[in-house]
T-cell receptor, first 113, second 114 residues
Framework: KAGVTQTPRYLIKTRGQQVTLSCSPI?????VSWYQQTPGQGLQFLFE???????NKGNFPGRFSGRQFSNSRSEMNVSTLELGDSALYLC????????????FGPGTRLLVL | DQQVKQNSPSLSVQEGRISILNCDYTNSMFDYFLWYKKYPAEGPTFLISISSIKDKNEDGRFTVFLNKSAKHLSLHIVPSQPGDSAVYFC?????????????FGEGTQLTVNP
């Protein structure tokens, strides 16, 4: 099976812009979770989508949003970008059970100038 | 509130020796624990997991030990190889949330010297 794919791999934006990142889960996986990795805060959970519904949400401001399509592909959007949003954004997929291993994609490196 | 902590930012070992990476947690609701390995500019790669009903799980060179009373887990790599050099994250999930939500430690940079 192909792994989790994320596009784009690299992105440069300026403050105030918005950005959309995409994630395609492993075939058959119905849950997609998003994480942000920064040097100062480590890996932090953003949100999880399962069957097109947000099932879990981390402690991030409303500028961070996401959605999931019927084919389980997911997008996350960050509006009004701030310098502190520069990070590696990772998505992970599972079949949807609560105690299943999450498999990660390669990430999207976002740089906000 | 750091619920999962890896107190050693780095660890250096000789090839062929044992690497022991440690992780502590504070949330008693955590009942499933995982270890991931990560190279720069790549996503984390799953290594091994353990459920709270067990105290040990082995997979090849990797063994994870869980001490629930101490809220402590460790990853043993035997024998260590230069290709094991990477950042290792422990992660936990708990009964209080449905679905998938991992809480990660800060990571430990393992360097295996030839």
């Amino acid at each position: 099976k192909a792994g989790v794919t994320q596009t784009p791999r690299y992105l440069i934006k300026t403050r105030g812009q918005q950005v959309t990142l995409s994630c395609s889960p492993i075939s058959g996986h119905r849950s997609v979770s998003w994480y942000q990795q920064t040097p100062g805060q480590g890996l932090q959970f953003l949100f999880e989508y399962f069957s097109e519904t947000q099932r879990n949400k981390g402690n991030f401001p409303g500028r961070f949003s996401g959605r999931q399509f019927s084919n389980s592909r997911s997008e996350m959007n960050v509006s009004t970008l701030e310098l502190g949003d520069s990070a590696l954004y990772l998505c992970a997929s599972t079949d949807g059970g609560s105690r299943e291993t999450q498999y990660f994609g390669p990430g999207t490196r976002l740089l906000v100038l | 509130d750091q619920q999962v902590k890896q107190n050693s930012p780095s660890l250096s070992v000789q090839e062929g020796r044992i690497s022991i990476l440690n992780c502590d947690y504070t949330n008693s609701m955590f009942d499933y624990f995982l270890w991931y390995k990560k190279y720069p500019a790549e996503g984390p790669t799953f290594l091994i997991s353990i459920s709270s009903i067990k105290d040990k799980n082995e997979d090849g060179r990797f063994t994870v030990f869980l001490n629930k009373s101490a809220k402590h887990l460790s990853l043993h790599i035997v024998p260590s190889q230069p290709g094991d050099s990477a950042v290792y994250f422990c992660a936990a999930s708990g009964r209080e949330t449905s679905g998938s939500r991992l809480t990660f430690g800060e990571g430990t940079q393992l360097t295996v010297n030839p």
